[in-house]
C-alpha cells in the first residue's frame, strides 16, 4: 500500500470532480460560514473590498454579498470557474468577477478559509506571491485552517489504486505557531491568532439569539434560574427542540468532528478546532 503523492494535476483534478458531486453541501462556508463571518467581523473594514481568495463552489463569497460586502473570488481549479459565474450571487453589482490569477486588480482584504491546509509545497510561494499581489499595502489577510490535525487518521483508502490519501487533499497540519510563522516568514505581521471551535460554538450562539428573539422565553427562562427548579435543564431543553420542530429556530448541524464525522468538509481527527490567523503585509514586502 502506497501513500498518494499530490501533483498539481491530480489537485486541479479532484476539485474539478468535487465541483461534479454534491459534497459542495457539506463544505465549510455552508456549514459554518455564517458563525465565521461574525466571528471576523469585527476585524472587516467598513466597505471593504474582499477577495475570497480559494472561493470553492463560492459559499463563503455569497454570504459577504449578502452582508454588502464588494467581493470577488479567486478560484484555479478550472471545473470551478463557469460554476462561480454561474450562481445567482455573481449577477449582483457587489460581485466583482472571478480571477484565476493576479492582474494588477488589489483588495482590502484577502479571504484564505480553509485552503492554506491544501497547498502543495511546490505551490507555496506561488500562492503567498499572489496573496501578496492580490492584496492593497496595509491591507488585512484572514486565514483559517484546522488546528493540529492527524493528517493520517483522516485518510481514505482507495481499492482500486492501492493507495491511502488525505479525503478533501490536506498535506498541512498546522499549529498557532506554525501558522503564525509562516505568514511572518512570507511578509505578514501578525496581529491575532484565535482557535474557535465551531462544534459547539454553533449550537451556542444559535440558542442565546434564541433567547435574545423571544422576549417571553427570555422572562421564563430567568424566572426559572431563579427560582432554581430541578430538572432545568431539561425544561429548557424540551422548549428549544419544540421551537426547532416549529422550523422558528435551525437545528444545529450534526457536526462532532473528533468522532470522525464532518464539520465543513474538513475531518478533523485528533482535534475540533479551527485557527483563525489575521495578519497584515509588513511595510515594504515585495508584491
Not at 449578502?66 to 460581485?95: C, H, M, T
Not at 499572489?130 to 492584496?135: D, N, R
Not at 422572562?219 to 426547532?244: E, F, N, W
Amino acid at each position: 500500500m502506497k501513500t498518494l503523492e499530490w501533483t498539481p494535476e491530480l489537485v486541479g483534478r479532484f476539485w474539478s470532480g468535487i465541483a461534479q458531486t454534491p459534497l459542495g453541501s457539506i463544505s465549510f462556508g455552508k456549514a459554518s460560514g455564517p458563525l465565521f463571518l461574525d466571528i471576523i467581523a469585527p476585524a472587516l473594514p467598513e466597505g471593504a473590498s474582499i477577495l475570497d481568495f480559494g472561493a470553492g463552489d463560492g459559499d463563503m463569497a455569497d454570504l459577504l454579498i449578502q452582508r454588502g460586502f464588494k467581493v470577488a473570488a479567486y478560484e484555479p481549479a478550472e471545473g470551478r470557474v463557469d460554476i462561480l459565474k454561474g450562481k445567482p450571487f455573481a449577477q449582483s453589482s457587489n460581485f466583482l468577477g472571478v480571477f484565476t490569477k493576479p492582474d494588477g486588480t488589489r483588495f482590502d482584504v484577502i479571504l484564505m478559509t480553509e485552503v492554506i491546509e491544501h497547498v502543495l509545497d511546490c505551490d507555496m510561494q506561488a500562492t503567498m506571491d499572489a496573496i501578496k499581489a492580490f492584496l492593497k499595502p496595509g491591507g488585512l489577510l484572514i486565514a483559517s485552517t484546522p488546528n493540529s490535525e492527524n493528517l493520517a487518521l483522516a485518510s481514505a483508502y482507495c481499492p482500486v489504486c492501492d493507495h491511502l490519501f488525505h479525503r478533501w487533499q490536506h498535506v498541512h497540519s498546522w499549529t498557532s505557531e506554525s501558522l503564525a510563522d509562516h505568514f511572518t516568514a512570507h511578509g505578514f505581521f501578525r496581529k491575532h491568532v484565535h482557535k474557535v471551535d465551531f462544534t459547539s460554538s454553533r449550537t451556542e450562539a444559535e440558542y442565546n439569539a434564541l433567547l435574545e428573539k423571544y422576549d417571553h422565553l427570555q422572562a421564563d427562562y430567568t424566572r426559572l434560574v431563579k427560582q432554581k427548579i430541578p430538572g432545568l435543564s431539561a425544561i429548557v431543553k424540551v422548549i428549544k427542540d419544540a421551537l426547532m420542530a416549529w422550523n422558528l429556530i435551525p437545528a444545529p448541524a450534526k457536526t462532532a468532528c473528533a468522532s470522525n464525522t464532518t464539520s465543513g468538509g474538513d475531518i478533523r481527527i485528533g482535534n475540533e478546532s479551527t485557527l483563525i490567523y489575521i495578519g497584515t503585509l509588513e511595510d515594504g514586502s515585495p508584491a
